[in-house]
C-alpha cells in the first residue's frame, strides 16, 4: 500500500503544480497584453497633450495684436493703409504663375 500511497500523492502534486503553471502562463500572457495597452494609451496620451500644447500656443498668439495680424495677411489676404504688396514671379512658373 505504501507505493500506490507515494504514486497517488506524487500524481496529486504533479497535477497540482500543472494547474499553478499553466494558470501563471495565462496571467503572465494576460499582464503582457495589459502592459502593451498601457503604453499605447500612454503614447496616444503624450501626443494628446502634445496637442493642446500647440492649440493652447496658437490661442496665445492669435490673440495678440501680431497673431491677429499674422492671420489677417496670410489667410485673408489683407494689407495695412499704405502698404505695398510685393509679388515676385520665378521664371519657371508654370501655367497661371503657379511653379
Do not use: C, W
Not at 500523492?9 to 504533479?14: D, R, S
Not at 503582457?32 to 503614447?43: F, N, S
Request: aromatic share 10%; glycine share 6%.
Amino acid at each position: 500500500m505504501p507505493p500506490l500511497r507515494r504514486i497517488v500523492v506524487a500524481a496529486f502534486v504533479l497535477l497540482v503544480l500543472f494547474i499553478i503553471g499553466t494558470h501563471y502562463f495565462f496571467e503572465a500572457r494576460r499582464i503582457a497584453q495589459l502592459k502593451a495597452a498601457v503604453e499605447e494609451r500612454e503614447a496616444l496620451l503624450r501626443q494628446k497633450q502634445e496637442s493642446v500644447r500647440d492649440y493652447r500656443e496658437k490661442v496665445v498668439f492669435y490673440s495678440s495684436q501680431e497673431g491677429i495680424e499674422h492671420m489677417a495677411r496670410e489667410h485673408y489676404n489683407l494689407v495695412f493703409p499704405n502698404e505695398r504688396v510685393i509679388l515676385i514671379r520665378s521664371d519657371d512658373a508654370g501655367p497661371g504663375g503657379v511653379p
